[in-house]
């Protein structure tokens, strides 16, 4: 499908920490479609998801909670240093995220379509899908400061997390456009209005 045949998007990135969730919910307000990659994959995984059923054939119960949902740390527990096991799990998740992903996209009513993906600057089918790439940054202090703030994982956790990513300075050679969220969220959000214009007028051309 060429770009022509579906919204403007703008694919959204950054590092754990970075701030993300906040600036696709300020987008939201602003009354435009996101669609969220890690959204697609939480519903995947639910109780019910659709993907349970080949994660249960592919590891077994033991990665499975008692309401049927995957469970996150025993399954990240089998993954984190096992890559055969991390690429078997993408390998189920990954093709059913990206279709739930354009189904979302081509349904969307908005100026623009917003692609948060926490991977965007790693995987080519989610770079080939964007027309711009936005990238939220802040210095990788700030974001250990704000996991360890969050989730009261140690700073070498954050640090282990943050290296299975691509790197700050990759991210921002990839972009096309940034938004700096070293501050508060309302100099965040006075970079978003002006970037919500410059898209508008992008996608209308």
Same mark, same amino acid.
């Given at each position: 499908?060429?770009?022509?045949?579906?919204?403007?998007?703008?694919?959204?990135?950054?590092?754990?920490?970075?701030?993300?969730?906040?600036?696709?919910?300020?987008?939201?307000?602003?009354?435009?479609?996101?669609?969220?990659?890690?959204?697609?994959?939480?519903?995947?995984?639910?109780?019910?998801?659709?993907?349970?059923?080949?994660?249960?054939?592919?590891?077994?119960?033991?990665?499975?909670?008692?309401?049927?949902?995957?469970?996150?740390?025993?399954?990240?527990?089998?993954?984190?240093?096992?890559?055969?096991?991390r690429l078997r799990l993408e390998s189920i998740l990954h093709?059913?995220?990206?279709?739930?992903?354009?189904?979302?996209?081509?349904?969307?009513?908005?100026?623009?379509?917003?692609?948060?993906?926490?991977?965007?600057?790693?995987?080519?089918?989610?770079?080939?899908?964007? &027309?711009?790439?936005?990238?939220? &940054?802040?210095?990788?202090?700030?974001?250990?400061?704000?996991?360890?703030?969050?989730?009261?994982?140690?700073?070498?956790?954050?640090?282990?997390?943050?290296?299975?990513?691509?790197?700050?300075?990759?991210?921002?050679?990839?972009? &096309?456009?940034?938004?700096?969220?070293?501050?508060?969220?309302?100099?965040?959000?006075?970079?978003?209005?002006?970037?919500?214009?410059?898209?508008?007028?992008?996608?209308?051309?």
């Amino acid at each position: 499908m060429s770009k022509r045949d579906r919204p403007f998007i703008v694919g959204l990135t950054g590092g754990i920490g970075s701030g993300k969730s906040a600036a696709t919910d300020y987008f939201s307000r602003l009354g435009i479609c996101i669609v969220d990659a890690d959204e697609i994959a939480h519903a995947l995984t639910a109780a019910g998801g659709k993907a349970m059923q080949a994660i249960r054939e592919a590891f077994g119960d033991t990665v499975i909670t008692h309401e049927g949902a995957l469970d996150r740390v025993a399954m990240r527990a089998r993954a984190f240093n096992n890559e055969e096991v991390r690429l078997r799990l993408e390998s189920i998740l990954h093709p059913m995220i990206r279709t739930e992903a354009h189904h979302r996209t081509l349904a969307a009513q908005s100026p623009y379509v917003v692609l948060s993906a926490p991977l965007l600057i790693e995987s080519n089918h989610w770079r080939e899908r964007c &027309d711009r790439i936005c990238v939220v &940054d802040c210095p990788e202090e700030v974001q250990i400061r704000r996991v360890q703030r969050r989730s009261g994982l140690t700073g070498e956790e954050v640090l282990a997390i943050m290296n299975t990513q691509a790197s700050r300075s990759e991210r921002l050679a990839a972009a &096309d456009d940034v938004l700096d969220n070293s501050a508060d969220l309302a100099a965040l959000y006075e970079q978003i209005d002006m970037l919500h214009q410059h898209y508008i007028e992008l996608a209308t051309e």
